[in-house]
């Protein structure tokens, strides 16, 4: 048996966050600054966004992970310097937008493939760079927060992926049981869980938002031969991540997974293959 843990956002999940989109917090964020943007911005709602990505991102490059996640402390430290004169409660909005019909929801797969390895014997949790506040509201709506043994979050344990810290609290959950990470980023999830012992299987799944076309052929061969039967479109991957996840900086070796799955169902067969090598 194996301590699993999930990526949320872009693997099991759709969020309401909804960056750079007129829905969810961002776009409810965007609205409620724009009036507060210098005038003669010809798109206010843009010029409102862009300074929540560029804090994101300098606290990401300085090492700063689990503050680059405090949405709540980003948005409303962008929110005083346009003179904003209210206060943003991210987690109020989230709670409000899981509500939207439509706006968050499971990707298909999401809860046979939980079921399926919780039947198999398998620890189940979550290691996310999402704070437990933003996660939770979510997971409840969707009905997969019982399927967790425990949620790994930043803000509990001051660190995120990719940095070592983060798995090694994850792993008093194992009991010295191999260990295996699912998530969609390369940097993060595939190269902070090579990085702490952990195998990890990469999420390429149709409908979310980093999903891009496989080459031909992938998907007629096992989701254990496909990262090095594609080395050129993985490093396309890695680079398309770079763009948007500059910190940490990571080599393409440390970013090759043990699996590559197009579909959440196609994970426990994955895991026990990967199991069978232990």
Not at 142 to 158: C, K, N, Q, S, Y
Not at 163 to 183: K, L, M, N, T, V
Not at 228 to 252: C, E, K, N, Q
Not at 262 to 271: K, N, Q, S, W, Y
């Amino acid at each position: 048996m194996a301590l699993i843990s999930f990526d949320l956002d872009g693997v099991l999940q759709r969020n309401p966050f909804y960056m750079g989109s007129p829905q969810g917090v961002f776009g409810h964020v965007r609205r409620e600054l724009a009036p507060y943007v210098p005038t003669g911005d010809p798109d206010p709602e843009r010029a409102a966004l862009e300074p929540l990505i560029l804090e994101h991102m300098r606290r990401m490059e300085a090492g700063q992970i689990a503050a680059a996640h405090d949405w709540d402390e980003i948005i409303n430290l962008v929110a005083s310097r346009f003179g904003y004169p209210g206060r943003f409660d991210i987690t109020a909005l989230v709670e409000e937008y899981c509500q939207v019909e439509g706006l968050v929801y499971a990707y298909p797969g999401s809860l046979a493939c939980l079921k399926t390895l919780e039947a198999a014997g398998h620890t189940l949790i979550s290691i996310t760079n999402g704070f437990r506040c933003y996660q939770e509201p979510v997971l409840r709506k969707i009905g997969l927060l019982d399927r967790f043994t425990a949620l790994i979050t930043p803000e509990r344990v001051g660190a995120g992926k990719p940095e070592r810290a983060i798995f090694d609290a994850a792993a008093q959950y194992g009991d010295g049981s191999p260990c295996i990470h699912i998530g969609d980023t390369l940097p993060h999830d595939v190269a902070g869980a090579k990085r702490a012992g952990w195998m990890a299987i990469y999420v390429v799944q149709p409908m979310a938002p980093s999903y891009s076309d496989p080459p031909a052929g992938f998907v007629d061969t096992s989701a254990w031969e496909r990262p090095h039967l594609f080395p050129g479109w993985l490093r396309a991957r890695l680079d398309r991540d770079r763009h948007w996840h500059g910190h940490p900086p990571v080599t393409m070796a440390e970013c090759v997974p043990d699996a590559i799955v197009h579909h959440l169902m196609e994970i426990p067969e994955a895991v026990e293959h990967l199991l069978r090598r232990v």
